[in-house]
């Protein structure tokens, strides 16, 4: 018997909501001319699965397909890259308007800046992202993986140049061991999108590199002839990505923003816990983490994120491992005229509920508590490839992790 989907309602408190300003239009339109200056850089995919979507009865589903982003098969680099793109700024006296891809990459910055290690813990997108880009500027960056990293995603950043570790402990320990490298060494940066108290201006900005993949699906969506999404499903590890997505779309529609659906891994739903509980509060996970969805593995909230969160979002839900793979399975195999999206096991948890949900009459309490209805625009972020491409195979081909 498969296990069941978790829910709650947003029910906590409100704050002050003095962080959605991270997420203002003007933030994220600098975020976005920063990406524009990359040569690499261009629009990824939205797909729009019109098929699919009349086939769940819903008006509209589009997924952003990041596994185009740079090349990289994830948007992680968006956060990274714009966060190191800021400490050079504020230590050069350059404004981040002028700390462009060309002015990086120069011979300016060894005379303005000269070089630093820019230290990081990732479960495999973040870390290639910041090797890449340290990689690009001409910096150093050191790496360090929890235990049951898969070789592929150690191999990936490696390749960048980086140096790159895994270690015998879970995420969140990971992320203290490269917080202290960081303090120990000169010139170290820790690049973290985890926020703490007095760890708050870095994660900020890696949010706001974020919103240049949502500002890209909202233009896209309307390009498309759908004004806006109804609902926006976004998946979360501490809540960074989810802070990002939810904050950019609640500045864009203020007066009438869509429903907001916020997934994690049931092994580490620290948001989720934290909406259980209903005081506000952020709750985390600890010890072990055993799920397929290994960049949702994060059991200690942003605090920048869990704010806007925690003031935006309509309902948190906890997905076991078959909702990431039934998602994987039902974008690489599109029904006819639509798209196909080659989406991994962190990439995916939305297609999974969003199908489950209009197909199962198991969870219609949730279905009709966030009004998924025929007149829905669904919008959702695949926000990696198959950056495990053994289990990609194991789940699609296979049919590993089965909903029954």
Known sequence: MAEKIKWVANNMPGSDDAHLGIMSLENVRCARAFHESFPQYDVTPLAKLDALASDLGLANLAVKDESYRFGLNAFKVLGGSFAMANYIAGKTGRPIAETTYDYLTGDELARDFGQATFFTATDGNHGR???????????????????????????????????????????????????????ACENGVIVQDTAWDGYEEIPSWIMEGYGTMASEAAEQYAAAGV?????????????????????????????NPPVFVVMEADEAACLYKGAV??????????????????????????????????????????????????????????????????????????AGLITTLMESDEYADLREAIGLTQESSVLM??????????????VVWDGAYPAE
């Not at 972020?381 to 194991?394: C, K």
């Open 129 to 183: 992202g910041v090797a890449w880009a340290a990689n690009k500027l001409g910096q150093k960056a050191v790496v360090h993986m929890p235990k049951g990293s898969v070789k592929s995603r150690f191999d990936n950043i490696a390749a960048e140049g980086a140096e790159v570790t895994i270690e015998d402990v879970n995420y969140d320990e990971c992320v203290r061991m490269a917080a202290a490298e960081a303090d």
């Open 227 to 255: 004004e806006r999404p109804t609902h926006v499903f976004v998946q979360a590890g501490v809540g960074s990505l989810a802070g990002a997505v939810v904050g950019y779309f609640a500045n864009l529609f203020p007066d």
């Open 277 to 350: 509980a209903g005081d506000g509060e952020p709750r985390i996970v600890d010890g072990d983490m055993p799920t397929i969805m290994a960049g949702l593995a994060c059991g200690e909230p942003n605090t920048l994120g869990w704010d806007i969160l925690r003031n935006h979002v309509s309902v948190f839900v906890a997905c076991p491992n078959w909702v990431a793979a039934k998602g994987m399975r039902v974008l690489g195999a599109p029904l006819p005229g639509d798209p196909r999206v080659i989406s991994g096991e962190s990439g995916a948890v939305g």
């Open 381 to 394: 972020f695949s926000t990696e490839g198959d950056t495990d491409p053994v289990n990609y195979r194991r």
